[in-house]
């Protein structure tokens, strides 16, 4: 695994300058806490330069929060308790946690101080990713092979998730739209949001790209012995059972066509 962190001398000391407090701040607690919320949006507006976004803490000059004032560059905790002071422990929310957020390693994504990437990012999030991941082994995964218009944030959540890709609740019906506004019943995977046991999409591949064909797609989570009990299924073993019933949802339980 790569070390993500470009920081190089120069971003340093000029980190250092721009954090010199600024003299026509005022020190009223209650001016502070308006001021502090417009600092999250501090933008450069000159056109040359890029945006910088500052951390709340450094914007602040909050410095002793994270620097241990009696312990020249220490910290007065270890990464990720560090940040967890004030940001929720991502370890209690999420089931599976991504491997450099479980190590502590938040500062090889984040900069503490500022930047010019959205939150606070060390570089644009997708060249991020692929620092660590190699772009062909992501590229040899069937949902990657076509990825120029995805951002690796619309599908993966960046800490963590439910399940051990980390996909992004909702990421698929987010650019797809929910089909509970489609049908009164919503077939159980779908509702869940399972896509994809059953798709393999942006593969560059044709059409819906399904995970299997004919019945095997469906027989994958469903006993056939317990379907072929059921009297509306005699004869239909040369039929795929989209020929009934709508894979996503339907006016009633059976989703039928
Ligand atoms: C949210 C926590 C946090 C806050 C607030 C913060 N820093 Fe830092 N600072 C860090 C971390 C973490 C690093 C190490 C970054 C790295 O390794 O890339 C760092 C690095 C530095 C460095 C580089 C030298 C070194 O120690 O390696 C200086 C100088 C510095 N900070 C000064 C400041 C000043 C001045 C402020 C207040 C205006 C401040 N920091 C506020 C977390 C913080
Ligand atoms: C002293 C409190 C404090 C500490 C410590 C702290 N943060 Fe923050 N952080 C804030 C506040 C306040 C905000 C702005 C409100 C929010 O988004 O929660 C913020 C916002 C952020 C954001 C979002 C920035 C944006 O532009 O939306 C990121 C990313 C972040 N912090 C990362 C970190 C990391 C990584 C650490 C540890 C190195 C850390 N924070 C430590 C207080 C803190
Ligand atoms: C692998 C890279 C990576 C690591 C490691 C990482 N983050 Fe993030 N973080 C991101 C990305 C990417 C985003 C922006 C997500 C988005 O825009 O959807 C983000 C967003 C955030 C935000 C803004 C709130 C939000 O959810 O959008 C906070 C706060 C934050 N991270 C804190 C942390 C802390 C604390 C750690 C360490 C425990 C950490 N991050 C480790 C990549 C990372
Ligand atoms: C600092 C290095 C680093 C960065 C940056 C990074 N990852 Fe990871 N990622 C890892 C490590 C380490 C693992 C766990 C080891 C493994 O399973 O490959 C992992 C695992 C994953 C997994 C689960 C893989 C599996 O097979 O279970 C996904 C999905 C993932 N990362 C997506 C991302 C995305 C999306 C980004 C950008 C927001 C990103 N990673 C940025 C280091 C990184
Ligand atoms: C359109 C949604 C989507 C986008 C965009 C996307 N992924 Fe994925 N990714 C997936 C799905 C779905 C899986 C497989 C999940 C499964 O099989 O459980 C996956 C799996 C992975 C894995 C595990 C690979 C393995 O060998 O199993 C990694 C690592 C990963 N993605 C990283 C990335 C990175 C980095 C990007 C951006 C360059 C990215 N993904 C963009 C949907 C997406
Ligand atoms: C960032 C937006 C975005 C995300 C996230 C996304 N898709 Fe897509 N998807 C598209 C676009 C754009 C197309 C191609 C245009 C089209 O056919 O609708 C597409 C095509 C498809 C197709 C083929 C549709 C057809 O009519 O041929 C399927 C199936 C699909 N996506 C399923 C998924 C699944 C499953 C996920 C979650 C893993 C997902 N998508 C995540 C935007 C997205
Ligand atoms: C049980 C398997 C299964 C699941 C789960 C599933 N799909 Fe599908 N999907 C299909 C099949 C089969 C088709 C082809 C339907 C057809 O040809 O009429 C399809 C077609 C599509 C299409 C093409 C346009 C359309 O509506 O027919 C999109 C987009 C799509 N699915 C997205 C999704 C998304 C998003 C999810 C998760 C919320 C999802 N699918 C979950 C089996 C499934
Ligand atoms: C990923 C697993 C999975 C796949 C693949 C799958 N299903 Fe399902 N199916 C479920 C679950 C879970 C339920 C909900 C069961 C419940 O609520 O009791 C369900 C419910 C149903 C029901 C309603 C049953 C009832 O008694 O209410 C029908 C009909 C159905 N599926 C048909 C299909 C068809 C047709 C396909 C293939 C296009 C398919 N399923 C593929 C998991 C799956
Ligand atoms: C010829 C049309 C047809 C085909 C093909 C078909 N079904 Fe059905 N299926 C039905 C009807 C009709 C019902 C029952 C509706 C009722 O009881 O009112 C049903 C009910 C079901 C049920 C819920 C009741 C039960 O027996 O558990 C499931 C699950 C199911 N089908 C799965 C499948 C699967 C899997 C396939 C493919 C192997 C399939 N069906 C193929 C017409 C069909």
């Given at each position: 695994?790569?070390?993500?962190?470009?920081?190089?001398?120069?971003?340093?000391?000029?980190?250092?300058?721009?954090?010199?407090?600024?003299?026509?701040?005022?020190?009223?607690?209650?001016?502070?806490?308006?001021?502090?919320?417009?600092?999250?949006?501090?933008?450069?507006?000159?056109?040359?330069?890029?945006?910088?976004?500052?951390?709340?803490?450094?914007?602040?000059?909050?410095?002793?929060?994270?620097?241990?004032?009696?312990?020249?560059?220490?910290?007065?905790?270890?990464?990720?308790?560090?940040?967890?002071?004030?940001?929720?422990?991502?370890?209690?929310?999420?089931?599976?946690?991504?491997?450099?957020?479980?190590?502590?390693?938040?500062?090889?994504?984040?900069?503490?101080?500022?930047?010019?990437?959205?939150?606070?990012?060390?570089?644009?999030?997708?060249?991020?990713?692929?620092?660590?991941?190699?772009?062909?082994?992501?590229?040899?995964?069937?949902?990657?092979?076509?990825?120029?218009?995805?951002?690796?944030?619309?599908?993966?959540?960046?800490?963590?998730?439910?399940?051990?890709?980390?996909?992004?609740?909702?990421?698929?019906?987010?650019?797809?739209?929910?089909?509970?506004?489609?049908?009164?019943?919503?077939?159980?995977?779908?509702?869940?949001?399972?896509?994809?046991?059953?798709?393999?999409?942006?593969?560059?591949?044709?059409?819906?790209?399904?995970?299997?064909?004919?019945?095997?797609?469906?027989?994958?989570?469903?006993?056939?012995?317990?379907?072929?009990?059921?009297?509306?299924?005699e004869g239909i073993e040369d039929f795929a059972c989209t020929e009934c019933h709508n894979p996503h949802g339907g006016e009633d339980r059976f989703?039928?066509?």
């Open positions: 695994m790569s070390s993500c962190v470009t920081t190089d001398n120069y971003k340093y000391w000029s980190f250092f300058f721009d954090g010199v407090p600024d003299p026509s701040v005022s020190d009223n607690k209650d001016d502070q806490d308006v001021d502090s919320v417009a600092q999250v949006l501090v933008v450069d507006n000159t056109n040359k330069k890029p945006s910088i976004v500052k951390h709340v803490p450094f914007a602040e000059d909050a410095c002793n929060s994270c620097h241990d004032q009696n312990n020249m560059g220490g910290y007065v905790a270890k990464q990720p308790d560090l940040c967890y002071q004030c940001h929720d422990d991502f370890g209690e929310a999420k089931e599976y946690l991504h491997g450099p957020v479980q190590g502590g390693y938040c500062s090889n994504c984040h900069q503490p101080h500022k930047s010019k990437h959205e939150k606070l990012l060390v570089m644009e999030s997708d060249a991020l990713c692929l620092e660590c991941h190699e772009q062909s082994n992501i590229e040899s995964v069937d949902f990657h092979a076509d990825l120029e218009s995805f951002g690796c944030t619309d599908c993966h959540d960046p800490h963590g998730g439910s399940s051990r890709k980390f996909m992004a609740i909702g990421s698929c019906v987010n650019c797809h739209g929910s089909f509970a506004d489609e049908y009164k019943f919503v077939h159980g995977p779908v509702a869940a949001g399972y896509c994809n046991t059953c798709h393999s999409v942006h593969s560059g591949g044709e059409g819906v790209a399904l995970r299997r064909q004919g019945q095997q797609l469906c027989l994958y989570c469903h006993d056939k012995g317990q379907v072929m009990k059921n009297e509306n299924h989703i039928l066509n």
